[in-house]
């Protein structure tokens, strides 16, 4: 395949003590920024926030730990802040996997949705739930036997627990780092002592129905989890073999269904829980911190994966919200790119070419990811300044499929720069 | 040969006896738990299938039949039904057919007339059987049950009890839902309440699907008090109180608490929902009890699940009848004081506790035969506990003007403790809360003519068809010329869905019939008002009317559809989205997992983006 330009690395050049850069790893399906902001201190012409890195089991490029290598080298191991979203497997795997390499780093905050706060009883109460039935999902369809390419496997290997991660994080790197839950409407001045940085966190909302969310409710709906005892085949036979009749038999007459109708009853018969995995994977993206980092006149939005749920409690509850998103400078595009990720009442709030974006995405393991409309809006919307990860071709990649709008472009937009497996994007401030 | 005159045949009897679980196996043979329920004699097919009801035992985990039961065979005949076990699939099938006909029964009591499942008006193909409910008494691996309309079927689930807290249930025991009489009558009334209004079920705010649970409930445990021999025994065990939540043990337990089983206090199980499945599930109690925490005000605002939400209800119906029951008990007891009877658990006579048994039961069978009744006065959609409230208030008094046990008040203190407001009402008055008659609102009551009943007449009959859909013409017309005293939109068609008749006493005493008609109007609405392209779905709007036999409007109960050039205003349309929005954000995880006749018509949130 031809190469066209922009998929041509770059040479790396050093960063100005008056430029802003946000660097998007090529990581697989998953998350992975590093924003390093002008701000001198100790000897370093930049502070660095870490925001998420993981990478999801099933569309995992091999290129987190380069990508921590690559993180410590720039930052010189230190980094001001860590921002870990939410607990899916494609924003927090990297802490866990490349334990030993964050070991040696320095970091001064953490900052964690409040969802994980152990002091708040709620988010104790959630964790508990959630915990323990996603250990009871895995437990059944490892035991059913599952599709493995099929959404249900890929959403539940995205849920499964990382303790490995979770422990670094919530330690504070072994309690080197100030651990903060971040709550919607929290405002930081000068958070870890960057000086001229405010963060306004938007999500995670402490609201009723947030939680209600949130909270498997003890309602009987989820109780077949604990009773569904996985057995080998997870089948039970209730009765002895002589009450059997065979379907064919003449005491059955009328009572006996059609085929149709049978196939309807069996299928019925195994479909509640995948919804039920699927709700907890769309409640665990909702927990996703949302961060509005202000920093001169650049106002960086990272939206996590929230989806629909978060970004309508704060659009709607939080005084200026439209304010803000007419803001926008940069847009980290929310969960991927998928469909239900970016409302259109944020989207369209954003200033017509008053933005640039950045999409971390790749169609595998979901094909539907990236959402093309939402991209072609993106692009028209930013005036073209909207790059996503995969336009970096890496062996065994999937790239963006031919025919997808908008056609990654023959020059990659002002401001942004194509490397080994990354994507720069740097503004003077 | 000389022709003799035929012998005449044996009567066939009124009921057929069948014997159950009272509360579900795991009660043993305690507390009265097996008992015998009379339900109205039918000839029966193998199955049993009978004329509304038909079991069939499908399982579609292992998709095998099990054998259907005979319940006319002698052997079956000479005992009363099978004897209550767990291992032989005929008892549960017997277990399903005798609870479901005797709750189908109390409805048509207390509404006074005989049911029509919801999925009899549908159309489909000829070779279906829309006239009769299925119950899958095996219908799948899994602890759950629920009502599917689709399927023309109550679907329940077997399941394996918890490995490390099975309470009663061995640990890995297989849990039969269909052998829990509370879960039984609990998705029968599913099905029962979704004949009766057409839209009723739809979930267009938290209440709709929060009332359905919490009246699924209440029915279910009110057949606890029918209960004699268990309610007894709690009576004797509580000194009468019968809404405690622990009944006394058998004899004291020493200073260093219960050493043998007769000393174990017991929670009361009259009180309870099935607590097998509970306990089943590791959670250590019953599913759901009567009794919720003290009554204030904060919850209705805090609780959205519907099934926590439904508590608010369950607990407001039993406070009320509790209420009740006390004072109609506290005569009886204070009569025994005079003569020298003790108070207290385990102290009361036999006969005392054979008299209060009567008076709860009684009272009991009248709380529900109200709050039954009080569905022909609810609206045809939408309804929240405060309509609920006002239908109960309205149809009572209907049929008892006088109230002189004060049932009435007794739900509307239990209401209003709750936070329960009706919308639109000035004060928690008996008169504030009755439904207003239209001519309040628009000067004169309208009159519907030519409407032709004939109550002899069967459903079956030639004749009756053809006068239904007469009938129904009629009232649409009626309709569409009092549009507005009906809260209907004059622009939008106008539906006559169900209409039946409603019996009530008049002023000197005389049992008159009304006719309740439900008109119904639906308009596609966008799912986002900024967005009038977008994705929409079909709002309803309609009004519930009572007609008295001289044509004369009685009552409106309305649900307006509003104007669609005011949209902004429309609270109801505003309510209905803002419920939207929650569910498709995954607030509550009401629907996630249960396929009740809600689901299945509601909205296809999977179709509905909020993106791009």
């Known amino acids: 395949m031809a190469k066209t330009p922009a998929t041509r690395a770059a040479a790396t050049r050093p960063l100005g003590d008056d430029e802003l850069r946000v660097r998007m790893y090529r990581v697989g399906f998953g998350d992975c920024f590093l924003v390093s902001l002008p701000h001198a201190s100790d000897g370093a012409t930049h502070a660095h926030v870490l925001v998420d890195c993981g990478v999801h089991a099933r569309g995992n490029l091999g290129t987190i730990r380069a990508a921590v290598e690559n993180i410590a080298e720039v930052t010189g191991k230190r980094l001001a802040v860590v921002v870990a979203t939410h607990a899916h497997q494609d924003h927090i795997a990297g802490f866990g996997e490349c334990r030993d390499l964050f070991a040696e780093f320095d970091v001064a905050e953490v900052w964690l949705p409040w969802t994980w706060d152990p002091a708040n009883p709620d988010a104790v109460k959630i964790q508990k739930k959630q915990a323990r039935l996603v250990g009871k999902l895995r437990q059944h369809f490892a035991a059913r036997g599952l599709d493995a390419d099929s959404p249900l496997a890929h959403a539940l290997a995205n849920l499964a627990p990382n303790s490995r991660a979770l422990d670094l994080l919530k330690s504070g790197f072994n309690g080197r780092a100030e651990i903060r839950y971040l709550t919607a409407g929290d405002v930081l001045r000068q958070p870890a002592s960057i000086r001229g940085l405010v963060a306004r966190v938007l999500g995670p909302p402490v609201s009723e129905s947030f939680l209600a969310q949130m909270d498997p409710p003890a309602g009987q709906h989820y109780l077949r989890m604990d009773g569904n005892r996985v057995t080998e085949d997870g089948r039970v036979e209730p009765f002895a073999a002589r009450w059997r009749v065979p379907a064919r038999a003449r005491e059955l007459a009328a009572l006996r269904l059609s085929k149709t109708e049978q196939e309807r009853m069996r299928e019925a018969a195994s479909e509640p829980l995948d919804a039920l995995a699927f709700t907890i994977d769309q409640a665990r993206n909702n927990e996703s911190v949302v961060a509005l980092l202000s920093y001169g006149d650049e106002n960086l939005l990272f939206a996590g994966d929230a989806e629909y749920g978060n970004w309508r409690w704060w659009i709607e509850n939080m005084e200026a919200s439209a304010e803000l998103l007419e803001q926008v400078t940069f847009f980290k595009v929310a969960h991927h790119g998928s469909i239900n990720a970016t409302p259109p009442l944020a989207l369209e709030s954003m200033r017509d070419d008053g933005f640039a974006a950045m999409v971390s995405t790749q169609s595998k393991p979901w094909k539907s990811i990236p959402r093309v409309p939402l991209m072609q809006r993106l692009a028209e919307k930013t005036g073209g300044r909207v790059v996503r990860s995969d336009w970096i071709d890496l062996p065994d990649a999937v790239g963006p499929s031919p025919g997808t709008e908008p056609p990654r472009p023959a020059r990659l937009p002002r401001g942004f720069s194509r490397h080994e497996f990354w994507m720069d994007y740097v503004v003077k401030i | ?612």
């Open chain 2, 1 to 612: 040969m000389q022709k003799r005159a035929a012998v005449p045949p044996v009567e066939p009897p009124p009921t057929r006896p069948l014997k159950v679980y009272a509360f579900d196996p795991t009660q043993g043979r305690s507390l009265g738990n097996i008992m015998t329920i009379h339900v109205p004699y039918e000839p029966l097919e193998r199955g049993p299938a009978g004329k509304s009801v038909v079991v069939i035992d499908y399982d579609a985990t292992n998709d095998v039949y099990y054998a259907p039961v005979d319940l006319d065979e002698p052997g079956v005949l000479l005992r009363g039904g099978l004897d209550p076990t767990e291992s032989d699939p005929r008892f549960h099938q017997q277990m399903v057919y005798a609870v479901v006909s005797k709750t189908v029964e109390h409805f048509e009591h207390a509404l006074g007339r005989s049911i029509r499942w919801s999925f009899a008006r549908w159309s489909g193909t000829k070779s279906e059987d829309r006239s009769r409910l299925r119950i899958f008494p095996h219908a799948m691996q899994e602890a759950n049950a629920y009502y599917d309309p689709q399927m023309r079927a109550l679907l329940f689930g077997y399941f394996q009890a918890s490995e490390t807290d099975s309470g009663a249930s061995l640990p890995g025991q297989v849990v039969f839902t269909c052998l829990s009489h509370d879960i039984v009558c609990h998705e029968a009334t599913h099905a029962l309440v979704d004949s009766q209004r057409e839209f009723f079920l739809e979930p267009t705010s938290a209440d709709a699907p929060a009332f359905h649970e919490a009246f699924a409930d209440v029915v279910a445990l009110f057949q606890h008090f029918g209960l004699k021999d268990a309610l007894v025994e709690v009576i004797r065990r509580t000194g009468g109180l019968i809404h405690r939540s622990t009944v006394g043990s058998d004899v004291a337990p020493g200073f260093e608490g219960p050493t043998i089983a007769a000393e174990l206090t017991r929670t009361n199980p009259l009180v309870e929902l099935a607590r097998q499945f509970g306990e089943a599930m590791g959670t250590r109690k019953a599913l759901r009890s009567a009794l919720g925490t003290k009554p204030n005000s904060d919850d209705i605002k805090r609780l959205w699940e519907p099934h926590d939400r439904g508590s608010i209800l369950v607990a407001a119906v039993f406070d009320a009848y509790f209420t009740i029951y006390t004072k109609r008990s506290r005569e009886l007891l204070r009569l025994a004081r005079a003569g020298g009877q003790m108070e207290g658990a385990n102290a009361l006579s036999a006969e005392l506790a054979d008299l209060l048994a009567d008076t709860a039961s009684k009272t009991a069978s009248q709380v529900l035969t109200m709050c039954i009744r009080a569905l022909d006065y609810c609206p045809p959609i939408d309804i929240r506990y405060g309509d609920f409230l006002r239908a109960l208030v309205t149809s009572d008094r209907e049929l008892v003007p006088d109230d002189p046990n004060n049932y009435r008040a007794a739900f509307i203190d239990a209401f209003r403790s709750r936070g329960i407001v009706p919308d639109g009402v000035v004060s928690y008055s008996e008169e504030a809360l009755v439904w207003c008659p239209p001519e309040v609102l628009h000067g004169e009551a309208p009159v519907c003519k030519g409407l032709s009943f004939d109550l002899f007449r069967r459903r079956d009959d030639a004749g009756y068809k053809k006068q239904q859909s007469q009938n129904a013409r009629v009232l649409q017309g009626f309709a569409k010329a009092n549009a507005e005293a009906f809260g209907l939109s004059p622009e939008l068609p106008i539906q006559a869905r169900n209409f039946h008749f409603v019996h009530r006493v008049g002023p000197d005493g005389q049992l008159l019939f009304d006719v309740v008609a439900e008109f119904m109007q639906k308009r596609d609405v966008p799912v986002d008002p900024e967005d009038l392209e977008g994705p929409t779905f079909t709002f309803r709007g309609g009004s519930t009317v009572i007609i008295a036999s001289d044509g004369t409007a009685r009552y409106s109960i309305q649900k307006s559809i509003g104007d669609p050039d005011d949209d902004g205003n429309n609270e109801r349309l505003q309510a209905q989205r803002a419920y939207m929005a929650s569910l498709e954000a995954g607030v509550p995880f009401a629907l996630a997992g249960r396929k009740t006749g809600a689901k299945a018509r509601a909205l296809n949130f999977s179709r509905v983006h909020r993106g791009y």
